[in-house]
């Protein structure tokens, strides 16, 4: 089959970005992952992502077969993506221009905003030189979902959920990452025939039971990994722990250490470890390097994963592919990942006597654990390895270039803007 010439636009998340920032995570390592695994598959992959500096090079080579296009659009320094949405129809109109010059096969967008400006770039191609580029999307969340849960908390431009629902009507495909996620498409209106599900992937070689273990404290080691925000449901587990004697639980995530003391959602956690008696069983790492991650996961007896919603979560993925045992809720890409009393156990979400309950199961028997972190880690190998899922991405785009013109057509999303 031919190699393709395949787009993806993730307007704030950089296949390059330092990964441990507010806005730099799970979207960033999963646009760096698909590119690279569509490139070992012979095709030819540009990242166009917004430039937030002005010392940034056009065009910076990725990997072979990659390249990282930095888009001007908005001011050259770093911002919150809750405001980049002003950006986007000058963020549209220069992948137009960039798409008018060389056409690609595809355009994958990533995120709400890179949707919207990869259907208006589409248009902006679509008058200059023939017929636009299909354009394939993926979510990596909601914004219904999470207005659901956080409510006025919910930090997200007010335009955001009309707009996502206008990219699920223009868009030639949708790549849900999840079940869950494909019923709240078709409840904002996106016919779910129109939807794929490809979910996120894991490196299984760097993430495996084989390696370097991080430092045992001695005590039955629960770690969650995260950024610390409430609905990743910390205070959960901080609960959970109340009734689980002699445990020690680690929270893997948000600043650097030494900025910890200044956070306000560590110090919320750290007040109530004291006030439950807990301080010295609970221990805020703050943000791990991703060449530590590995050894601190190997060195976990249960990784917990107990979010209030989470979109995907590829913290599950990296557990089973230590082989080590996951507890998570059952919300979310979570109910695809972790299958209950197989590789771990699945718990209402704000439920700490269920949690606990669930862990002190497990805590009491090893050899259930060394079971469930074996079948963990085939599952990952199975199912979920990088090279599979741009496999599976890639099976998507050929699907839809073998449709007919106005199967694959644009529709325009001008009007989500006013």
């Not at 030189?129 to 299909?134: D, E, I, Q």
């Not at 991650?293 to 089973?320: K, N, T």
């Not at 669930?358 to 079948?375: D, E, I, M, T, V």
């Not at 599952?379 to 099976?395: N, Y």
Request: charged share 20%.
């Amino acid at each position: 089959m031919r190699s393709l010439r395949i787009s993806l636009v993730s307007e704030h998340a950089s296949p390059l970005a330092v990964l441990g920032g507010v806005d730099a995570g799970g979207q960033n390592v999963h646009v760096a992952a698909l590119a690279a695994g569509l490139a070992r598959r012979g095709h030819r992959v540009t990242v166009h992502t917004r430039r937030d500096d002005p010392d940034l090079d056009p065009l910076v080579p990725f990997g072979p077969g990659v390249v990282v296009h930095h888009v001007p659009a908005g001011p050259p320094r770093p911002l919150p993506k809750d405001q980049l949405l002003p950006y986007m129809p000058a963020f549209g109109d220069r992948l137009g221009e960039h798409w008018g010059a060389e056409r690609p096969d595809v355009v994958h967008s990533h995120f709400w905003m890179s949707g919207l400006a990869s259907l208006l770039g589409a248009s902006v191609c679509d008058g200059s030189a023939g017929a636009g580029p299909p354009v394939v999307h993926t979510y990596h969340a909601l914004g219904t979902v999470k207005r659901r849960h956080q409510g006025a908390a919910d930090t997200s431009p007010p335009g955001r959920i009309a707009i996502e629902t206008a990219v699920g009507l223009g868009a030639a495909r949708i790549v849900a990452t999840c079940r869950d996620e494909v019923g709240e498409l078709q409840a904002m209106g996106v016919d779910p025939e129109r939807s794929r599900i490809v979910p996120c992937g894991v490196d299984t070689r760097r993430f495996s039971p084989d390696g370097p273990v991080a430092e045992r404290s001695g005590r039955p080691r629960l770690l969650q990994i995260g950024r610390l925000v409430p609905r990743k449901g910390a205070d959960t587990a901080i609960r959970a722990l109340a009734a689980l004697p002699g445990a020690e639980l680690l929270l893997a995530g948000g600043p650097p250490a030494w900025e910890l003391p200044h956070d306000p959602e560590a110090g919320r956690l750290r007040d109530l470890a004291r006030a439950l008696g807990l301080g010295e069983r609970v221990r805020l790492l703050g943000g791990v390097a991703p060449s530590d991650m590995p050894a601190l996961i190997r060195s976990a007896d249960l990784v917990l994963c107990p979010a209030r919603y989470e979109p995907f979560g590829i913290v599950p993925l990296e557990a089973m592919a230590c082989g080590v045992p996951v507890v998570a809720t059952a919300v979310g890409g979570q109910l695809d990942t972790v299958l209950d009393h197989r590789t771990g156990r699945l718990v209402a979400p704000d439920r700490p006597a269920e949690l606990a309950e669930a862990c002190a199961h497990l805590l009491a028997r090893p050899g259930l654990r060394a079971a469930y972190g074996r079948a963990g880690r085939k599952r990952a190998l199975d199912h979920f390895g990088w090279d599979r899922i741009a496999a599976a991405t890639e099976l998507v785009y050929r699907e839809l270039l073998d449709r007919s013109g106005s199967e694959r057509s644009v529709h325009p999303v001008e009007g989500a803007l006013r």
